[in-house]
């Protein structure tokens, strides 16, 4: 059974920083893409990063170069570290994998910025 739980959320201020997790189960981690997605109030769920296997990543222009996404194989665990936050980076974020052309996500965890 697929399991993705993430934590790390909360309220900060404008211009901090928050590391999201995002802790996997019932896959096998270190051969899985893993991705982060947002949904703010009244919007579409929207992506945010990637990150595939072999390391490489990949960004919404709306985050490059203050979002990093990261992963510990080992502990089979993702992460999303969030720099220079800004209000409109309001949202609940969720983790996403694909397992056998599956989409499975996680519960989301609310990030909440005040200006």
């Known amino acids: 059974q697929v399991q993705l739980v993430e934590s790390g959320g909360g309220l900060v201020q404008a211009g901090g920083s928050l590391r999201l997790s995002c802790a996997a189960s019932?896959?096998?981690?270190?051969?899985?893409?893993m991705s982060w997605y947002r949904q703010a109030p009244g919007k579409e769920r929207e992506w945010v990063a990637t990150?595939?296997?072999?390391?490489?990543?990949n960004y919404a222009s709306s985050v490059k170069g203050r979002f990093t996404i990261s992963r510990d194989n080992a502990q089979n665990t993702m992460y999303l570290q969030m720099n220079s936050l800004k209000p409109e980076d309001t949202a609940v974020y969720y983790c996403?994998?694909?397992?056998?052309?599956?989409?499975?996500w996680g519960q989301g965890t609310q990030v909440t910025v005040s200006s």
């Open positions: 019932g896959i096998t981690f270190s051969i899985t893409t």
């Open positions: 990150i595939v296997t072999n390391g490489y990543t």
């Open positions: 996403k994998c694909i397992v056998r052309l599956a989409d499975y």
